[in-house]
C-alpha cells in the first residue's frame, strides 16, 4: 500500500517492491542465486560494478520465468554506492517502475579508515528517488500517454525506498545520505529548504578526493552521489530536502529530534583518484543521440536503433579512448556506459562546463539538449565477446527500451 486503504501491484526482490540494499567489500567474492519468480523474462543489471560482460545482467542474461541466474564476481573497485536493476529487451522501463531496483553498496579500507557517518539507518541512509503515476484503483499507471513514450515516465507521487511522504528522526550531528535517482526519467535538483550547504563526497563510483561544498546537485537517473549533511546546531529543527527542478517539490521530512550518540568530522581529503590521461587517448568514438524514422520511429545512436545481433563497438582492453557523446535533440537524455567508469572532461567544447559535482568517477552523464560532452574512459581486466556484450544508452528507460542503445565487446590487445 502505497497510497493508504489501496493496493498496488509491484515486483520486488526479496521483497514487495525494491530489493534489499547488498554491502558488499572490495575483493569480496559474490554468489548471487537470483531466481525469477515472475510471468515474464527477466534480467538484473548490476550497474556501476565493474565486472565480467556475461556477469553483467544485461539483456543478453535473460532469466526465463521459473529460472536461476547465478552471476558470481570478485568485487574489484572502489568504495560506492551503486544498483541493481532490471535490464530486459525493451521492458527495463516497465519492470523497473514496478520495482525491480535495489542499492549494492562497496565498501573498502578507505571507507572503513575516513572519519565519515557509517553507522547504518542512524547517521548513514540510502535514498533512492522515484516518482510514480497511480491510477484510481492504486495500482501503477505505466506510460498513459503518448508523451510518456516520447519524454519518459513521470510521475506526480514522489517516494523514497518506496515510502509516499517519507520522513527521517535524525541526531543532530553531520548525516550521510547515499542518493540514488532510481527514476525512470525524472531529472532531479535537490536542495535543502533552509539553503544550507552540504558536502558532496562521492560520485557514482568513488569518493571524491576532497569534499565539495554545495547547496544543491543536479542528478538525472541512475546517478548516485554521497552526501553530507551537517545538522548539529539544528537540534529541534525540520527541513526538507526539495527538488527545485518542480516548483520545490518536498521528497523527504528530516526531523532533527534524536540525540547524537557520536561525533563525526568529514575529512578535508578524502581519496587519491587516478584520473586517466586524455592525450592518452588512442582515438575519438562519436556517439550522437537521435531519432530515427520520424515521428512514429524510435531513438537511435550514431543513427542507429539498438539491435541485440550487432555489435556496435569494439574497444580494446587497456586503450585510453575519448567518447564524444552529443545531444542533437531538444529533450534531455543522459548517457551510461557498463563495465568501467569514465571521467567528464568537456562540455560543449570546454572544460570550464564541467560542474564540479561531476568531476570524479562517473559511469552516467547527463545532456541537456543540444549539449556535447567528453568524457576519457578505459576498458580494464574484462574482455568480453558478441555473447556477452556490455551497453551504453540513455538512462531515460523508455529511451533506452526504444532503441536509444547500443553494445560493445572488449578485445584482448593483439599478442
Ligand atoms: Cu543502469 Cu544499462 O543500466
Ligand atoms: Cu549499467
Ligand atoms: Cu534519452
Redesign the pocket.
Known amino acids: 500500500e502505497f497510497i493508504a486503504g489501496l493496493s498496488t501491484p509491484t515486483f520486488g526482490i526479496n521483497s514487495s517492491y525494491l530489493g534489499p540494499v547488498i554491502k558488499v567489500r572490495n575483493g569480496e567474492n559474490l554468489n548471487f542465486n537470483v531466481r525469477n519468480n515472475l510471468n515474464e523474462t527477466a534480467t538484473l ?1 548490476w ?1 556501476g560494478m565493474h565486472l565480467p560482460g556475461n556477469m553483467d545482467g ?1 539483456p543478453h542474461q535473460e532469466i526465463l520465468s521459473g529460472d536461476l541466474w547465478q552471476p558470481s564476481f570478485t568485487v574489484n573497485q572502489h568504495a560506492c554506492t551503486n ?1 541493481f ?1 532490471a ?1 530486459t529487451h525493451n521492458k527495463t522501463g516497465e519492470q523497473v517502475y514496478r520495482g525491480l531496483a535495489g542499492m549494492i553498496i562497496v565498501e573498502d579500507t578507505d571507507s572503513d579508515r575516513l572519519d565519515l557517518p557509517k553507522t547504518w539507518a542512524e547517521d548513514d541512509f540510502p535514498l533512492i528517488i522515484q516518482d510514480r503515476k497511480f491510477n484510481s484503483n492504486g495500482s501503477f499507471s505505466y506510460l498513459p500517454s503518448r508523451r510518456d513514450e516520447m519524454h519518459g515516465m513521470m510521475g506526480d507521487t514522489f517516494m523514497i525506498n518506496g515510502t509516499v511522504n517519507p520522513y527521517l528522526d535524525l541526531p543532530n550531528k553531520e548525516v550521510r545520505f547515499r542518493i540514488l535517482n532510481g527514476s525512470n526519467a525524472r531529472v532531479y535538483q535537490l536542495h535543502l529548504s533552509n539553503g544550507a550547504t552540504f558536502k558532496q563526497i562521492a560520485t557514482d563510483n568513488a569518493f571524491r578526493e576532497t569534499p565539495l561544498n554545495l547547496t544543491s546537485i543536479t542528478l538525472s537517473p ?1 546517478e548516485r552521489a554521497e552526501i553530507v549533511v551537517d545538522l548539529s546546531t539544528l537540534q529541534g529543527q525540520t527541513l526538507t530536502l526539495q527538488d527545485a527542478n518542480n516548483g520545490n517539490t518536498p521528497l523527504l521530512t528530516l526531523n532533527i529530534n534524536k540525540a547524537a550518540s557520536s561525533v563525526t568530522r568529514v575529512p578535508a581529503q578524502l581519496i587519491n583518484l587516478t584520473p586517466l590521461d586524455p592525450t592518452a587517448a588512442v582515438r575519438t568514438r562519436p556517439f550522437v543521440l537521435g531519432r530515427i524514422g520520424g515521428m512514429n520511429g524510435s531513438f537511435a545512436i550514431n543513427g542507429v536503433s539498438m539491435n541485440m545481433n550487432r555489435i556496435d563497438h569494439d574497444m580494446t582492453l587497456n586503450e585510453v579512448e575519448i567518447w564524444e557523446i552529443s545531444n542533437t535533440m531538444g529533450m534531455t537524455h543522459n548517457f ?1 556506459s ?1 563495465a568501467t567508469h569514465f571521467q567528464i572532461i568537456e562540455r560543449n567544447g570546454s572544460a570550464n562546463n564541467v560542474a564540479d559535482y561531476e568531476k570524479g568517477y562517473k559511469d552516467t552523464v547527463i545532456l541537456p539538449p543540444n549539449e556535447r560532452v567528453k568524457v576519457v574512459v578505459k576498458m580494464t581486466d574484462y574482455s568480453t565477446d558478441a555473447t556477452a556484450p556490455y ?1 551504453f ?1 540513455c ?1 531515460i528507460l523508455e529511451h ?1 527500451d526504444r532503441g536509444m542503445m547500443g553494445q560493445f565487446t572488449v578485445s584482448q590487445p593483439p599478442a
Open positions: 543489471h550497474h544485461g544498483w536493476h535490464h541512475a551510461h557498463h551497453m544508452h538512462h533506452e
